[in-house]
């Protein structure tokens, strides 16, 4: 599967201290009719007699690629965790017609009663924009369910200009931070050039010393203090 959009979801189902993503799981390798759970039994008896609307045959493993839900310790404040679903590789089963060109997201929680938590809002921003860097996805095509099928996931109360805000925000970052490492490797490498050899393990000691320093210059563009510092490593 080529991902070329991000979907994110809500459960629809309240968080809580169980692990509901395993839940969610299970719910989804099981026989449905209407929305609940039967045994292959009852589902065969019913689907022969036409006894349901909406007929599903359990599926291979959870609708979704990833998901975030709450962790909860007694006495502690919860915790928002990543839960690992398919494979990014392989078509999820989330969103009709989309399906085998996007990955899939959920937010544990039913957002049609309350907004999610900050906590839970950056947690699954991280993972939607290593994603999107991974498989280069533009921020306009992460998008909730509702605009991509009829439905009201994820929930009235999603902040969706919120979320990609902090997505924007976390690409810039991780594309300014790609651009100074390749740029600090660069420089390492054109000053270790001017160094005689009996002078490498100095240098390499000074290096470490003012790597942090180089690397908040050639984040800034603080053009004074890399001159200084070509200076200084040119006269070891």
Not at 121 to 130: D, N, Q, S, V, W
């Amino acid at each position: 599967m080529i991902a070329e959009f991000i979907i994110y979801h809500h459960s629809g189902t309240d968080d809580g201290p169980v692990n509901n993503w395993e839940v969610i799981r299970n719910y989804h390798k099981s026989y449905r009719i209407d929305g609940q759970e039967v045994n292959k039994q009852e589902y065969e008896r019913r689907l022969a007699a036409g006894d349901g609307k909406y007929f599903l045959t359990p599926w291979r493993d959870i609708a979704y690629h990833a998901g975030v839900e709450a962790e909860w310790k007694p006495g502690e404040k919860a915790v928002y965790v990543i839960r690992d679903g398919r494979s990014p590789l392989t078509p999820g089963a989330h969103a009709p017609g989309y399906n085998g060109n996007s990955l899939g997201f959920c937010f544990v929680g039913n957002f049609t009663k309350y907004p999610p938590r900050e906590e839970m809002l950056h947690a699954g921003a991280i993972k939607m924009a290593a994603w999107a860097l991974e498989f280069k996805i533009p921020l306009e095509n992460i998008l909730p369910h509702n605009r991509v099928n009829d439905t009201d996931c994820p929930g009235e109360l999603f902040p969706h200009d919120k979320l990609i805000g902090y997505i924007g925000e976390l690409l810039e970052g991780r594309e300014k931070m790609a651009i100074v490492e390749t740029a600090l490797e660069a420089l390492y490498q054109a000053l270790l050039l001017l160094q005689p050899k009996d002078k490498i393990e100095k240098f390499d000691e000074e290096w470490r010393g003012d790597r942090e320093k180089i690397s908040a210059a050639l984040l800034s563009g603080d053009s004074a203090f890399l001159n200084s510092i070509i200076a200084k490593y040119s006269s070891l």
